[in-house]
């Protein structure tokens, strides 16, 4: 047999409404009411103390953390952190920030993760009750209300942040099929030409260099032909493992095609430039890659040229000037590094 409880929210009209801009947190230790979730934080904005206290005990008796709010500025506040509270629940009449007022501004606000919204309320007309869906509420809660009735329109509004956060990582996985490298998780080709160009831009506003490097793993196809596509893959893994040890969190590190590789660094002068890729390629030509016939040693050769912010080149040219460096190198021995001047090309 279910007994069924009601809770009684009214308006204790001895509260003295304030705008105290302050918020606690209350932590739960229950049991949380759904299997295997991580524990859900929950915002309550109501400046009646007895409501607001009342619905903090029953919360965190079943098993979520509560941030508790006095008024609309502080719930607000509240919401706009990184870290907000992924559901709330807003009183209808409140000080500061009305619980329809919040709703509007989170809406037009916009942005993710997503913020479920319950509005609790007295009004039971219907046309206040559209008004407050229309302003951006998810569902709403009469006062009083049946305990077990908040705890099924809390489960539902946690239904949906979930299917949102399902819906977030596959779309994040898509985007990064979309411009990552299946095989070394490097930038892909067509998105490391799109951070190029950016740079590009960039230099021309701000007038900064930009580094720019093409390099081939020397004697590739021997690795494939001697130890197999499988060792090949790992030594391509590994390559870009290096490289993206050897750079900063700002640079740009692609695979451009087969065994070739893209860098783009921003800032860099021929001095810098020449530095920087004198240590990948050391990186590159480091510890032999392990593999299960043995370790495999790989080097690289590197082309480098520096886009100036006064140069007309387009991407693709800076490319071509990038890849006759790196023939060069190969002409001269591979394992080394060949600088070509991008502005006397533009020049010529």
Not at 8 to 29: F, G, P, Q, V
Not at 34 to 47: P, V, W, Y
Not at 131 to 138: F, K, L, P, T, V
Not at 165 to 188: F, H, I, S
Request: aromatic share 6%; with cysteine; hydrophobic share 40%.
């Amino acid at each position: 047999m279910i007994t069924t409880k009601t809770l009684i929210l009214a308006e204790d009209s001895r509260t003295r409404y304030t705008n105290e801009k302050t918020c606690l947190a209350e932590r739960s230790t229950g049991d949380l009411p759904s299997s295997g979730k991580q524990t859900m934080r929950i915002l309550i904005a109501e400046d009646s103390g007895p409501s607001r206290l009342a619905l903090e005990r029953v919360l965190v008796k079943w098993g979520y953390e509560v941030v508790s709010c006095l008024d609309g500025f502080a719930a607000w506040e509240q919401l706009q952190l990184p870290d907000a509270p992924r559901l709330a629940i807003l009183d209808w009449m409140m000080p500061g920030h009305s619980g329809p007022e919040i709703c509007r501004m989170l809406r037009a606000k916009g942005g993710e993760p997503y913020i479920y919204l319950l509005l609790l309320t007295s009004k039971t007309l219907k046309e206040d009750l559209i008004a407050g869906m229309e302003a951006g509420a998810d569902d709403y809660v009469t006062k009083p209300f049946d305990l077990h009735e908040l705890n099924v329109r809390i489960r539902a509004g946690m239904r949906i942040l979930d299917l949102q956060a399902e819906l977030m990582e596959a779309r994040e996985k898509l985007r990064e099929q979309a411009t990552k490298d299946a095989l070394t998780g490097l930038w892909n080709r067509r998105s490391i030409m799109e951070i190029l160009e950016r740079e590009q831009a960039r230099s021309q506003r701000e007038g900064a260099p930009i580094g720019v490097l093409m390099l081939d793993l020397d004697h590739f196809k021997l690795v494939n032909d001697r130890f197999g596509h499988l060792a090949g893959d790992e030594v391509l893994r590994e390559a870009g493992r290096r490289l993206l040890a050897s750079v900063r969190p700002y640079d740009g590190v692609g695979r451009f095609g087969g065994e070739e590789f893209l860098v783009v660094l921003p800032g860099c002068d021929e001095a810098g430039l020449y530095s920087r890729a004198e240590n990948m390629r050391m990186s590159i030509a480091g510890p032999p890659v392990e593999n299960v016939s043995g370790g495999i040693v790989v080097t690289a050769s590197f082309g480098a040229t520096v886009f100036m912010p006064q140069s007309v080149i387009s991407a693709s040219e800076l490319i071509r000037v990038a890849d006759e460096a790196l023939y060069e190198a190969k002409r001269a021995g591979r394992n080394r590094v060949v600088l070509r001047s991008s502005l006397m090309e533009t020049l010529s």
